[in-house]
């Protein structure tokens, strides 16, 4: 059966930013018979020796396989490339062709019986990834008894990999009593109906509707749709049997040190492994499927790890305990696993990590401007009893259909009064924007630190001299200009400082503020008068002249529930009768540094 065919649109603007001949490979993901392209990367040469894409499939969460080719100009030779890749091709009979053209149009076809046949295509939005998308996230410790030599290294990694595939393992999913078992009679699901789907598991670990913050006259639930602003993530423990004799063990421990097995002469080394991998399932995958997936997912992170282990005896002629780091780059849009050494102080280590991050931006085809595959680029789930708002703006529907759209470029906290058990209630908004853009700075890697409090940025400004010594402590406002001066001491970046004389004269700011979220990308913080809030975006009509801003409210004193937030406007577009015409304005635009 031909399959329905998906393009996600961040594969479609990372087309549009390619501007030469060149060709690559599609990754994507299969379910219910339809195929839905997620990613691509990029090939050095248009030859089909040039061929690379096995040495970046293990980096993807697991589900998300090979799927197709992409061309950018003349496809003389689609043909000769499909069947090239054709036999790693497992998750459709039909591998994708898109090619696109001078003009930047993409084309869609299906490889079907040695020829090309045209597809339509529909656009997966990252709302529609993430309503319709949930991931398992399995961390387990094992060890590897190895030599350090390159025949070595993959002998034993493949027995550890036959071992854990031999069904000797289960899998229990945090938060449920549900445990997935494997075996020769096939793979079982206690607590929960085996043909049940990927929705029913989430929903034994999650809170539902309840908690979106809608509630109708008398106190009863409204049923109301709230567009997700993340993914879910279900913490998976892996259980492996010993022996026959002993229990299933709970492989959560970790290690840090390579160790020497001397005994009986033995040259073997015993090196800690910290699994960490990913899976991406579709809401109807049926749990049944969950075990074999859980299974490979192991198996996907013991190649990435033991292709980190190969790099590093070239490299560095020895061994190092590694690390698994999921990022998720906003300009790819979904997440991708590298394995770094944990060890910091490793001699050459700083070279190791540039060459790595630089074959990364290359097959990507991204500028080596920016970071996105450092070890600070790191994924930060959501941990214990968190409940921080993230990127809440993408759940907002954008005002003007023939404006110029420009937003902010990656992820961020909401931050606002009464957070954290603090009452700032009447003073702390621009504390509280402050923290926001600082959180943006972590979450995109450029620093790593806490997000700082109330008095955290109070002595800071007292310390420079900027406030006198009963500023600690007091519940006195701060500005555009102390929220600069804290970016710089916090997270280590410059802003800069665009002074308006009044609400009106922002009007006239369309297509700065247009270039500052397309060239920069970071929230704005904006003070005026006794308030301060901060944008998120703008959507500017060059032809009208029609400005609507994107404004994330610090004055918003609830609980962090989406729906709450988004149905009161405190996350929302504004227009231009938003800004007091009596007051002035300062506009703090953090720049990024140019770092990779």
Not at 18 to 40: A, D, K, P, W, Y
Not at 285 to 313: A, G, H, M, P, W
């Amino acid at each position: 059966m031909t399959p329905k065919l998906k393009i996600s649109e961040f594969v479609l603007k990372r087309i549009s930013l390619v501007n030469s001949q060149c060709s690559g490979e599609l990754f994507g993901i299969m379910c219910r018979g339809t195929l839905t392209v997620l990613g691509f990367i990029l090939e050095e040469k248009e030859t089909l020796s040039a061929l690379n894409y096995s040495k970046v499939q293990n980096n993807f969460p697991t589900e998300i396989d090979l799927c197709g080719l992409i061309k950018f100009g003349p496809c003389t030779d689609a043909e000769a490339h499909l069947n090239e890749i054709l036999q790693d091709v497992d998750i459709t009979d039909n591998p994708v062709l898109l090619n696109v053209d001078a003009d930047g149009e993409v084309k869609a076809s299906l490889f079907k019986h040695g020829q090309l046949e045209a597809i339509e295509f529909e656009v997966e939005s990252e709302a529609d990834l993430m309503r319709n998308y949930v991931f398992l996230r399995l961390q387990c410790s094992l060890e590897l008894f190895c030599e350090q030599n390159e025949k070595s290294i993959p002998q034993s990694a493949t027995i550890l990999r036959k071992r854990l595939a031999s069904g000797n393992v289960a899998f229990a999913v945090s938060g449920t009593e549900v445990i997935m078992n494997g075996g020769s009679s096939g793979s079982q699901v206690i607590g929960l109906d085996a043909e049940a789907s990927m929705e029913a598991l989430l929903a034994r670990t999650v809170k539902t509707v309840e908690d979106d913050g809608f509630v109708s006259r008398g106190g009863k639930k409204k049923s109301t749709i709230v567009t997700p602003t993340e993914y879910p993530v279900l913490d998976v423990t892996m259980m492996i049997k010993k022996s026959k004799d002993t229990q299933d063990e709970k492989l959560t421990r970790e290690a840090c040190n390579v160790t020497i097995d001397s005994k009986n002469g033995s040259n073997k080394i015993q090196i800690p492994l910290q699994v960490d991998v990913l899976s991406m399932l579709h809401r109807e995958t049926k749990v049944n499927l969950c075990y074999d997936i859980l299974v490979e997912s192991v198996c996907r992170s013991l190649r990435l790890l033991e292709s980190s282990f190969l790099d590093q005896l070239t490299f560095f002629k020895q061994l190092y305990v590694s690390k698994c780091y999921h990022l998720l780059p906003d300009v790819l849009g979904h997440f991708l696993t590298c394995v770094y050494p944990v060890r910091e102080t490793a001699e050459g280590e700083d070279q190791y990590l540039i060459e790595k991050r630089t074959s990364l931006h290359e097959q990507f085809g991204l500028r080596k401007n920016r970071p996105y595959f450092r070890k600070a680029n790191a994924f930060r789930f959501r941990e214990g009893g968190s409940k921080l708002l993230f990127n809440p703006h993408v759940g907002v529907k954008r005002q003007l259909t023939e404006g110029r759209l420009s937003l902010v470029q990656g992820r961020y906290s909401y931050h606002h009064y009464m957070q954290d058990g603090f009452n700032d209630d009447g003073w702390g908004c621009a504390y509280r924007s402050l923290q926001t853009l600082v959180s943006w700075f972590i979450l995109q890697g450029y620093a790593n630190v806490q997000i700082p409090t109330h008095q955290d940025i109070q002595k800071y400004l007292v310390r420079v001299g900027d406030k006198p010594k009963s500023f600690v402590d007091s519940r006195q406002w701060i500005g555009s200009t102390e929220v600069s001066m804290c970016l710089n001491e916090f997270v280590g970046v410059d802003s800069r400082i665009m002074h308006v004389s009044s609400g009106e004269e922002l009007a006239s700011k369309g297509s700065e503020l247009a270039y500052h979220f397309e060239t920069q990308g970071t929230p704005i913080m904006i003070g005026g008068g006794v308030l301060a809030h901060t944008i998120l975006g703008v959507d500017f009509d060059r032809n009208t002249g029609d400005l609507k801003f994107l404004i994330l409210d610090p004055h918003y004193t609830g609980a962090d529930e989406i729906g709450t937030v988004l149905a009161k406007g405190w996350c929302g577009w504004k227009g231009v009768e938003f800004w007091d015409k009596k007051a002035y304005y300062n506009l703090c635009m953090p720049q990024r540094p140019p770092v990779f």
